[in-house]
Every structure is written in structure tokens, then in C-alpha cells.
């Protein structure tokens, strides 16, 4: 596709490319016939690359970018099963997240964990004809959710779940029972309701350990990240965007899995730039905020509320500190986004209308994202009543499209599944193995427990507790071989007092799991930044780190800093400024 450069990455002759991705572009020089391309590295397209690898399918992807660096990272870390949806009459869609959730807890049992959730109630029955309206065409803000219609919905999950049920039903607080579990949630309540969904951890690292089971499954297949796929005569050119290598190759069907910039790879794949527009684009911004008292009035609990404009929010802990948002403001172009002020404002004031005696600012943002959710095109509006659910259209053209319009992160399966279906169907194959029951990389062999595996790393390698947890929440049982290529390295030496990552795994991450740029190890191969643990100094380390496995000379490596500095600061907050001066220990300004 024949789009911008991703930010930090120009053509390097070759120099500093990993062995392993060396080892890809001479895969594809060797044989560049596929039977399937995937254009577009976010989770979808992960999850088809992956479903199709399992069925004997050569596939190759190609992402402009890196892995999971757009929408597919913007999430608001939730796995659930949608119970909003509920009032637009989007049954089907709640039955199927459901279901997917529960297989996430399953499957990826080191990334994805049950969360606790309140809603805070303020009335009996309004909102009881909000589904009502929904079905009659009704586009505008849904009536404030009371009491009843919340308890329907809860039913109905519990209801959807009975036969498998891995979580907690849900139950119902009076006013006092509420305030004297969550002392700091507002006083305008007359009850409240908890339920069970689940947060993910690290997705990035789930649509990592997707590709690489590709990989080990079918070596024929092939991902790339930081590379764009251009027609060329009846078949394509790959080219890589670190080198500037170009490689033919040709594919019988195309799936299109480019999310928000669905419409303009369209155009630039089939040549057609008169199809109908099939995604409208909502931004949703998220803020992580550094606020004790507000994590501890949590109480380990996400909090789930409207707004006054009915929008739902979120609240929840978040590796110590907290997740707020989120916003949903319609988009025209499909481009790269940060949080504005506006949206902070909008987030924070939100947070105040359920914790209004607890003081926090924007003084506590340590980081900020945003993305921008590919959903189908719609007239609604109220941006809340657009519908989360996936469908796929076939694009006729010299080689055809299957485009994948809409979804949402916890029916990336499901989605996958069709689409690869549809792919099945094109080439006269028959699906040979299913998916919803498959272990996703540290998944497998999981035991019942997390501890039960620190105690195994503890006792067979050496290490200390919180490193060994640090380990199996990140890598779950595949921290076996993570340790195995420390041996030798200096594993015992922490990046800094505030992590238990090591120097020597940023040096495994960088050279076995297709890093290009600094920005990659930051921003998604590990959580470093949305912790909020940056600093000028941590950064120095990890481009050392770094630099010495992908071969990048001393210049190299400060621009790759210099460059990761400007992203922070544009498109997440994060300032580097000079505040020795001052206290920033709460602060998104690093020193």
C-alpha cells in the first residue's frame, strides 16, 4: 500500500536488520507464490493470518507499521461481553463476546484476567425504552440506565453463561451496603450492581504470540511488520520500508484487514476508487492517571458509569495506578490520533461525577493514547448506538478482497474465523481445525494457578519471587525459554528500581520478536510506558540494550531515542523536560 512512512523508520540499506527478519524477506525471495495475503497487522488481521496458517493455508502478512500498533492498541484493556450493546437490540453480538470472553480467560490465562465491575445507579426505570427506541430507528442519546433495565441485562449474562459459567453472578447493593464497600463513589445512588468481565494485560503481546504460532505451525508463512504491499502487473510487490527491498509475489485472494484505513486500501489495492464507503471512524481516547487514593477507592473494582451526555465510561486499577476513559468522537480521515485537552477534560470531569470528594487533576496523567475504532458506516447520532459488530464484503478486482469492516477486540476470534471461512471457501479447501478451543503462546499448558508456575521458575532458575511473577504474567509458560536465553547474561540486572524487567530480556525482545524501532520495545513489547516508568535514563539503557542485537551504530541509536522522545511527547503525553527542580514523581513529565 502506498502509504507514509511509519514514524522513526527510513531506508537503512540493510543495516541493522535481526536475523530473523532477514530470514523472512529470504523466505518470500525463495518463494513468493501465497495462496492468501493479509493486508493489515492489527488484531483481526493477526487472527486470520493465524487461522489460516492453522488450516495448511501459505499465507503472508503485511503490516505498514508494527504489529498491533493502531486501534489494536487503543483498547480500552477490556475483554467483555458488551452489556451496553443490550439496549440496541444487539443480541447475537452479547451472545458471541460472551462466549469469547470466557475463551480468553481460558486460552490466554497470563494476559487475560476476571474483572470485578460496579455500576453506580441512580434511578429505578429509565432507560427501560432505550431498546425500544433502538429498534423503531431512534439514532439520539439513550435515556440514563436505571436500576431495572441493568438488572434485565445482568440476568441475561448470567442466563447466556449458565452452561459454561466461569465468573461470579451478579448481585445488587443497596445505597449504604454500596457506600460502605466504595466509601468514595458519589452519594447520589440509590444502589448499585456488580459483575464480572475481563481486562487484558499486554494485547500487543497476545497478537505477538498469535504470529509466532503461525510461524511455528506453517514456516512457510510469512509476517511482516514495517512493510507495504504495492499492485505490480497481475501480482504485487512487497517492499520493505527498513531496507527498501522489494520482493514479487503473488496471491489468489486478499484479505483486507486494515481497519479504519479500510476505504483507502481498497482504492490502493483493486484500483477502485468509486466504492462505496463501508467504515466511519470513532476516536476513543484512554488516560492513565498516578492517583493513590482514587486507586485505592476502586477498591480492585472497574467502575462502569454514564456521563452526562449518556456516554459509558470506565475506571479501573491498572498495574498500580488506574485506566480512565473513554471518549467517542466521530472521525472524517483515518490518521494517526492523540488525546486533546478537550478529551482530557471531558475524562477527568467524568471521573468527578463518580468520586467527587477525591482530588485528582490532570497533574496525575502520566500517559495518554488514542485510536480509532473501524466501525462500520452508520447515521446514528448518538456514536454509542453504532453497532460493534463485524461483517465482511468481498471487493471484486484483479485478485479479490475479502474486507473486514467493523469488530471489536474480544470477537477477534470469532471474526478470524469467518473471514478465513470466506478465504477457505475461495481457494475449494475445507477447514481442518477450529479455533475457539486453541491455547494462545504462554496459554498452553497452563497451570491452575499462576503461582503454581513462579514456584516452578523459582525453584528451577534461580530467580526471585516478583521476578518470576513479573514473568508469568507477561510470558506465562513460554518465561521458560526467555530464561533459557538469559543464561549466561546478566539477568539480575534490572532496567531500573521500578521494573523487574532485565537487561537481558529487552535483549531476548529484541532480537526474537521482530523489533524494528525503539518505539516497538516501548510502547509494545513491553508496558515501560504506560506505566508511566520513562525516563531519559531508562531510555539511554534500552537503546544500548537494543542497539547492540540489531546492529545500530551510535548515531542510529540517538535518533532512534531522539525519535521515540517526539512520539511520547506528541502522541501520549509524556514530556522529557528538564524539572530536576521540581517534584514529578506524580507527574507525565519524565526526568
Not at 523472512?24 to 513468493?32: T, Y
Not at 509466532?212 to 505451525?217: C, H, I, L
Not at 524494528?516 to 534500552?542: C, F, H, N, P, Y
Request: charge should be negative; charged fraction near 25%.
Amino acid at each position: 500500500m502506498r502509504l507514509e512512512r511509519a514514524p522513526g523508520i527510513r531506508p537503512v540499506n540493510g543495516e541493522g536488520m535481526s536475523e530473523q527478519r532477514q530470514g523472512k524477506w529470504d523466505r518470500i525471495a525463495r518463494d513468493g507464490a501465497f495462496d492468501a495475503v493479509v493486508v493489515g497487522g492489527g488484531i483481526n488481521g493477526i487472527g486470520v493470518y493465524r487461522d489460516l496458517a492453522l488450516q495448511g493455508v501459505r499465507v503472508l502478512l503485511v503490516e505498514r507499521n508494527d504489529f498491533c500498533s493502531g486501534c489494536s492498541s487503543a483498547l480500552s484493556r477490556m475483554i467483555h461481553g458488551g452489556l451496553r450493546y443490550l439496549e440496541n437490540g444487539e443480541f447475537d453480538l452479547v451472545r458471541e463476546s460472551l462466549r469469547e470472553r470466557d475463551a480468553l480467560l481460558v486460552n490466554a490465562p497470563h494476559l487475560v484476567h476476571p474483572l470485578p465491575t460496579v455500576i453506580p445507579i441512580g434511578s429505578l426505570f429509565s432507560g427501560l425504552l432505550n431498546s425500544a427506541a433502538s429498534f423503531f430507528g431512534f439514532s439520539g442519546q439513550p435515556s440514563s440506565r436505571g436500576a431495572v433495565p441493568i438488572k434485565l441485562g445482568l440476568t441475561l449474562y448470567d442466563w447466556v453463561t449458565r452452561k459454561r459459567r466461569l465468573l461470579p453472578k451478579h448481585r445488587f447493593r443497596g445505597a449504604k451496603a454500596t457506600r460502605d464497600t466504595w466509601p468514595g463513589l458519589t452519594g447520589a445512588i440509590r444502589c448499585s450492581a456488580t459483575y464480572h468481565d475481563a481486562w487484558i494485560s499486554h494485547p500487543e503481546r497476545l497478537g505477538l504470540e498469535l504470529v509466532r504460532e503461525a510461524e511455528e505451525v506453517a514456516p512457510d508463512c510469512v509476517a511482516l511488520n514495517y512493510a507495504c504491499l504495492e499492485p505490480a502487473g497481475s501480482g504485487f510487490v512487497v517492499r520493505d520500508q527498513v531496507s527498501g527491498r522489494t520482493e514479487e509475489i503473488s496471491a489468489k485472494i486478499l484479505v483486507n484487514a486494515t481497519g479504519a484505513w479500510l476505504d483507502d486500501a481498497i482504492d490502493e489495492l483493486a484500483g477502485n476508487s468509486s466504492h462505496e464507503r463501508l467504515v466511519s471512524g470513532t476516536k476513543g481516547s484512554h488516560l492513565i492517571l498516578d492517583n493513590p487514593a482514587l486507586e485505592k477507592a476502586l477498591g480492585g473494582h472497574m467502575v462502569y458509569f454514564e456521563n452526562s451526555d449518556g456516554r459509558v465510561c470506565i475506571v479501573f486499577p491498572f498495574f498500580g495506578k488506574v485506566l480512565a476513559g473513554s471518549t467517542d468522537i466521530r472521525v472524517k480521515t483515518a490518521e494517526r490520533v492523540r488525546c486533546e485537552p478537550e478529551e482530557e477534560a471531558y475524562i477527568l470531569g467524568s471521573l468527578r461525577l463518580v468520586f467527587p470528594e477525591i482530588d485528582f487533576n490532570a497533574d496525575d496523567v502520566v500517559y495518554s493514547y488514542s485510536g480509532i475504532r473501524p466501525l462500520p458506516k452508520s447515521d446514528h447520532d448518538f456514536t454509542g448506538r453504532i453497532s460493534r459488530g463485524h461483517f465482511t464484503k468481498r471487493i471484486e478486482g484483479p485478485v479479490p478482497q475479502i474486507c473486514m469492516i467493523g469488530g471489536k477486540w474480544t470477537t477477534f476470534r470469532a471474526f478470524a474465523e469467518q473471514a478465513t471461512d470466506e478465504v477457505l471457501n475461495e481457494l475449494g479447501r475445507t477447514r481442518q481445525v477450529g479455533t475457539l478451543s486453541c491455547p494462545i503462546g504462554g496459554g498452553k499448558d497452563f497451570p491452575d494457578a499462576a503461582v503454581i508456575l513462579e514456584r516452578d521458575l523459582i525453584s528451577n532458575h534461580g530467580i526471585g519471587p516478583a521476578r518470576a511473577a513479573h514473568l508469568v504474567s507477561t510470558y506465562g509458560t513460554t518465561a521458560t525459554e526467555l530464561l533459557a536465553f538469559c543464561q549466561g547474561r546478566p539477568d539480575d540486572v534490572a532496567l531500573s528500581p521500578q521494573t523487574e524487567i532485565t537487561v537481558a530480556e529487552i535483549a531476548f525482545l529484541a532480537s526474537r520478536e521482530s523489533v524494528v524501532t525503539l518505539a516497538d520495545i516501548v510502547l509494545r513489547r513491553t508496558t515501560l510506558a504506560i506505566q508511566g516508568l520513562m525516563s531519559e535514563e531508562l531510555l539511554d539503557k534500552l537503546a544500548a540494550v537494543a542497539g547492540e542485537e540489531l546492529g545500530w551504530s551510535d548515531a542510529e541509536r540517538g535518533l532512534q531515542r531522539d525519535r521515540l522522545i517526539e512520539d511520547l511527547s506528541t502522541y501520549h503525553g509524556v514530556s522529557f523536560e528538564d524539572r530536576r527542580n521540581q517534584d514529578t514523581s506524580r507527574s507525565r513529565i519524565c526526568v
